[in-house]
């Protein structure tokens, strides 16, 4: 069975609030075309096409070729002379193996939190919206033959909700408010729910900044580094993207704010949309442009400012950390190698500039690793020497991220809206070679939004001080 | 931004046009407390706003701090006529509550007697 996805005719509603290609559009924080590769999953289809109109290279850079969601996309441009029945009668052949087609703006709401289903009947699925937008699904030669000529209502046509689905058009910015509203009022869990869910329904994103004193009220769906200011109240029925600080006071219910947001202090979201500087009227469509950053605003590129700054005092401070460790390391390295205890290999990482490039990690050998030379090495943080080579030469960071492994990271590297390979990060800080995904999922987020000169500096510390520890104490698990 | 103070059975109706945001704020500021400072007798005063297609927190500010004047002579400050952009800052800003608000200007005025 393959899928079908035909993004048609561009719409003008998503431009109210920035977005040009409406698949793009996030539907409880999470782009709409991510329901219907969930569904694709779902219904054990791995080969997925997408005809593309309006924003095909900004849907394309974000798809890639599916690997994400373990499908396989492939991509064709719509043409005006090509109708989305000619797209598909060109070649019925491919089709043979059964077909779920999607033309327009249809949301696969599920009406229960079971897995769908593929039920084996003969027959052919239909929904169609007046305005064109439509759904088929059939498995069998008899049905895709009837769908491909166009057949009007047949008797064997039957409804999507037979499968627990109901098809829900979303033509309009009200439309797409009362989606994220029905998806943060509980029905999330009906779908592979972004960041942390919780018991009552709420999803929680990755680095949340979230004080005692903010009242949070389920369920509400918070995107990945938010920063929600004290005594603020949010929810019920919220959803709000990533990237977004809401400020003091601010109370928000039944309301949407879509991802790099400012809401100020003392604001009351109710029953609108907020994007970037932008307020809007789910109920009539009215957008009010705001320029007054006391209220809403689109909030920068975090800390920008001050990474010159951190470049220039890392690459000193990495100079100065190698004329120290320099004769060192030559030494340690220079036994250790003589006497068979380990060696420096080559991994394959994510360099500056999203660059694949190489690193040096110094790997001990199989008995070797309890042995005091290799302890000592690692406390003098001399299995980092080879990586300030690095840092001096412009490749890397003084302190950043751990470094991401290309490609297994490639997904993390893509989320990530500032990426700082470094010498020193908190996998280092932690003194532990062990790598939980979601451990150094969070430290990544973490440090892009928190990263600075203390933050820096902490990092350092922390390494070295807790290394040195570790020749004494033997915590260092390697 | 322009604004034009006119008085009816004793109520001080002020209509206002243009955007009121913080380029235009002490402008009005000065206009306002000169009219005011020269109308004793005045308690009640209709801001009408029908004519204004945007303010900010600037704009809310000074009708606050105008408010605040008004209530000390006494009197009180009605709200008339907001456009839909302007309803959605007093919205936001938790503004309903503050002042009285009223489709236009002979309702405001009503309400002031």
């Not at chain 1, 807790?466 to 390697?478: P, Q, Y």
Request: a neutral charge.
């Amino acid at each position: 069975m393959r899928t079908v996805l035909h993004v048609g005719a561009a719409r003008s509603w998503p431009a109210a609030f920035g977005f040009a290609p409406w698949p793009l559009v996030p539907l409880g924080n999470r782009p709409f075309l991510e329901y219907w590769f969930e569904l694709s999953v779902d219904l054990g289809v791995s080969e997925v096409y997408l005809v593309l109109d309006e924003g095909a290279e900004q849907i394309e850079t974000y798809a890639g070729d599916g690997s994400r969601w373990g499908l396989r996309l492939q991509y064709g441009f719509h043409r005006n002379d090509c109708t989305p029945l000619s797209f598909l009668q060109r070649n019925p052949e491919q089709w043979r193996d059964g077909l779920l087609f999607l033309s327009g703006p249809l949301f696969p709401r599920r009406l229960t939190d079971s897995r769908l289903l593929l039920p084996d009947v003969d027959g052919w699925y239909w929904h169609e919206e007046t305005n064109g937008s439509c759904c088929a699904m059939c498995r069998d030669a008899a049905s895709l033959d009837a769908l491909l000529a166009g057949a009007a209502a047949p008797a064997r046509t039957r409804s999507f909700q037979e499968l627990g689905l109901a098809l829900t058009p979303m033509e309009s910015v009200k439309n797409f408010f009362t989606l994220n509203l029905q998806l943060a009022g509980g029905e999330m869990s009906r779908y592979l729910a972004p960041g942390y869910g919780a018991a009552d329904g709420s999803c929680v994103g990755y680095n949340v900044i979230l004080p005692p004193s903010a009242e949070v009220a389920p369920s509400v769906i918070l995107g990945n580094d938010c920063s929600i200011g004290r005594l603020a109240s949010v929810g019920p029925c919220v959803v709000i993207g990533n990237h977004v600080r809401i400020d003091r006071q601010a109370r928000l219910d039944h309301c949407v704010v879509l991802a790099d947001t400012y809401v100020g202090q003392r604001v009351e979201l109710r029953e609108k949309i907020a994007a970037g500087n932008r307020l809007i009227d789910p109920e009539d469509g009215v957008v009010l442009e705001l320029e007054d950053t006391w209220l809403l605003a689109q909030m920068p590129p975090a800390g920008t400012s001050w990474d010159a700054y951190r470049a220039a005092a890392g690459w000193a401070m990495a100079l100065l950390i190698l004329c120290v460790q320099l004769a060192p390391f030559a030494i340690c390295y220079g036994v250790l190698r003589m006497r068979g205890r380990g060696r420096l290999e080559r991994r394959r990482v994510y360099g500056r500039r999203r660059r694949i490039g190489w690193l040096r990690v110094f790997r001990p050998s199989d008995g070797a690793r309890n042995s005091f030379l290799v302890r000592l090495f690692y406390a003098l943080g001399l299995d980092l020497t080879p990586r300030l080579f690095g840092a001096v030469a412009g490749r890397w960071w003084l302190c950043g991220h751990e470094p991401l492994r290309a490609p297994e990271d490639q997904a993390l590297r893509d989320e990530l809206t500032a990426y700082f390979p470094g010498v020193f990060s908190y996998a280092t800080a932690r003194n532990n070679d062990a790598r939980e995904p979601v451990v150094a999922d969070m430290e990544a987020r973490y440090y892009v939004r928190n990263r600075g000169v203390w933050e820096d500096l902490q990092i350092l510390r922390n390494t070295l001080t807790g290394r040195l520890r570790s020749v004494f104490t033997g915590e260092r698990n390697l | 931004m322009a604004a034009t103070f006119q008085t009816r059975d004793r109520v001080g109706v002020v209509v206002v046009t243009g955007a009121l945001t913080s380029v235009s704020v002490d402008s009005f500021r000065e206009q306002f407390v000169g009219w005011w400072q020269s109308m004793p007798e005045i308690r009640y005063v209709v801001v009408d706003l029908s004519d204004v297609d945007f303010l900010d927190s600037s704009g809310l500010g000074l009708l606050i701090a105008l408010l605040k004047r008004v209530l000390e002579r006494g009197g009180d400050m009605k709200i008339a006529g907001l456009q839909k952009k302007v309803r959605m800052v007093f919205e936001i800003t938790r503004a309903f509550k503050v002042f009285d608000i009223f489709d236009n200007t002979n309702e405001a005025c009503k309400a002031c007697g």
